[in-house]
């Protein structure tokens, strides 16, 4: 029996209290984890050191059963050491294929801006296309593929600013900050004699994980709600202080993430309250703001709660007569 809404809404809850076993307090940042992996995306985790983006990816790793692979980013890395590289043997006289850490189900690209545009392009045709070239030959990557780039806001020496072009790839941009009070204390508690990760368990199977992301691609969306996430992403480009605005990779990622936040809400249909709550995760990253405006401490987040508190929200009947009595 294929699965339903209510299945994903079950599934979600399932994720985001197991990855809550290890990363305390921060239910919203997991709740958007679990929307780019229902959307089969990408996401970008911006923070300071030590809040928890490796042991995230680590845990949504384990949680999933999922083969998982860490590349640490460095200025001196090449796109071999991400993809893999061909090796003669000398017995078989052939070339050998020796696959790099891409070749995994979920990947963490750690401080990923601390390496040259030459390395970071390596991860744009294994994001986008779920599979990577070396010398001539295609080799499929492995489902469910998932990268979580991890940077620094601080600025570093040695640091590289990310391409638009590897920005637009990742579905969202996160971030996870420091805990609370009554958080942090339990994060003393919880890794006093050891670290949660260790006893942390598999408890979605991968086939289970596949129907989700497909269940989620059936998730109504209304003509309506489809041109209010078009106008929300036209006027990033056409504000007068952005630059660089959301490229048509906003609007579909827009559409899937309102898909899998209205299901895991237990809802067959998107509302525009889903794309409201998305909208910055989902768009702040694509967006470059004028540097006049960055003077003036306007951001890309500010300018798209700007856009929405304008833009007239769509009424009426949204499920598609898909609401039951």
């Known amino acids: 029996m294929a699965i339903s809404t209510i299945d994903i809404q079950s599934f979600s809850e399932r994720l985001v209290g197991n990855l809550s076993k290890v990363i305390v307090g921060k239910i919203q940042t997991l709740e958007l984890t679990t929307v780019g992996l229902l959307c089969q995306g990408h996401l970008l985790i911006e923070d300071v050191p030590g809040v928890g983006k490796t042991?995230?990816?680590?845990s949504l790793a384990k949680s999933l059963g999922c083969s998982f692979k860490r590349i640490q980013f460095t200025?001196?890395?090449?796109?071999?050491?991400?993809?893999?590289v061909s090796i003669f043997n000398q017995v078989t006289r052939q070339f050998e294929f020796r696959p790099g850490p891409i070749m995994a189900q979920i990947v963490l690209a750690d401080e990923i801006n601390r390496a040259?545009?030459?390395?970071?392009?390596?991860?744009?045709?294994?994001m986008e296309e779920r599979q990577m070239t070396v010398d001539g030959i295609t080799y499929p990557l492995p489902r469910p593929?998932?990268?979580?780039?991890?940077?620094?806001?601080i600025?570093?020496?040695?640091?590289?600013?990310?391409?638009e072009a590897q920005l637009d790839r990742f579905l969202l941009k996160i971030r996870l900050g420091y805990p609370g009070m009554n958080d942090e204390i339990r994060v003393l508690e919880l890794q006093q004699i050891r670290h949660p990760i260790e006893t942390l368990e598999a408890i979605i199977s991968q086939e289970e994980l596949q129907e989700a992301q497909e269940a989620v691609k059936k998730v109504y969306v209304?003509?309506?709600?489809?041109?209010?996430?078009?106008?929300?992403?036209?006027?990033?480009?056409?504000?007068?202080?952005?630059?660089?605005?959301?490229?048509?990779?906003?609007?579909?990622?827009l559409f899937k993430a309102g898909q899998a936040r209205a299901a895991m809400l237990g809802r067959d249909?998107?509302?525009?309250?889903?794309i409201k709550a998305l909208a910055t995760a989902v768009l702040g990253h694509r967006m470059v703001v004028n540097p006049a405006a960055r003077l003036r401490n306007l951001s890309s987040e500010k300018v798209i709660q700007e856009i929405l508190a304008n833009l007239s929200v769509p009424g009426g009947d949204l499920s598609g007569g898909l609401l039951r009595s």
């Open 55 to 58: 042991i995230l990816a680590r």
């Open 75 to 84: 200025p001196d890395m090449l796109p071999s050491d991400v993809t893999g």
């Open 116 to 126: 040259t545009p030459k390395t970071q392009s390596a991860l744009l045709e294994a």
């Open 145 to 153: 593929f998932m990268v979580l780039g991890t940077q620094n806001p």
């Open 155 to 163: 600025e570093y020496e040695g640091t590289f600013p990310l391409p």
């Open 222 to 253: 209304s003509p309506a709600v489809k041109k209010y996430i078009v106008d929300a992403v036209r006027q990033t480009r056409e504000h007068a202080d952005v630059y660089l605005g959301a490229s048509p990779r906003g609007s579909l990622g």
């Open 269 to 274: 249909y998107v509302l525009p309250d889903d």
